[in-house]
């Protein structure tokens, strides 16, 4: 499963701006999709996830309220619809796949970067103040 994620840019405080996740070729319809972001010096941390099925989604308490993580399987595209943005989200964003997503996974086993299959580069969003 090849993931490209898209979308980023440079925005102003308080904008809004939404990311894509799309596969070429296989359908994500069979995988749990989240959203991690990293910036320099740190690591990649958990932003947002969807399960497989796209009746759960998760969610880390710095975005809470902020971002939304739609999917369709349909248009084979999982976006990380991001409002209210602050300069503290300026990060790079990666999409992950995860086959294992099912909606009776907890929140904890989504953070974790390591039970995702597969994943995209990197877009980058940068928040001016």
């Known amino acids: 499963v090849q993931l490209q994620a898209f979308g980023g840019g440079l925005v102003r405080a308080g904008a809004s701006l939404t990311l894509s996740c799309q596969t070429s070729?296989?359908?994500?319809?069979?995988?749990?999709v989240g959203w991690f972001r990293q910036d320099e010096g740190n690591d990649r941390v958990f932003v947002a996830a969807?399960?497989?099925?796209?009746?759960?989604?998760y969610y880390a308490d710095s975005v809470k309220g902020r971002f939304t993580i739609p999917r369709s399987n349909v248009e084979n595209t999982v976006w990380l619809q991001m409002s209210s943005l602050k300069p503290e989200d300026t990060a790079v964003y990666y999409c992950?796949?995860?086959?294992?997503?099912?909606?009776?996974?907890?929140?904890?086993?989504?953070?974790?970067?390591?039970?995702?299959?597969?994943w995209g580069q990197g877009t980058q969003v940068t928040v001016s103040s």
């Open positions: 070729g296989r359908t994500l319809s069979g995988y749990a």
């Open positions: 992950a796949a995860w086959s294992g997503g099912t909606d009776s996974k907890s929140l904890p086993h989504y953070t974790r970067t390591t039970v995702y299959d597969y």
């Open positions: 969807i399960s497989r099925t796209g009746r759960r989604t």
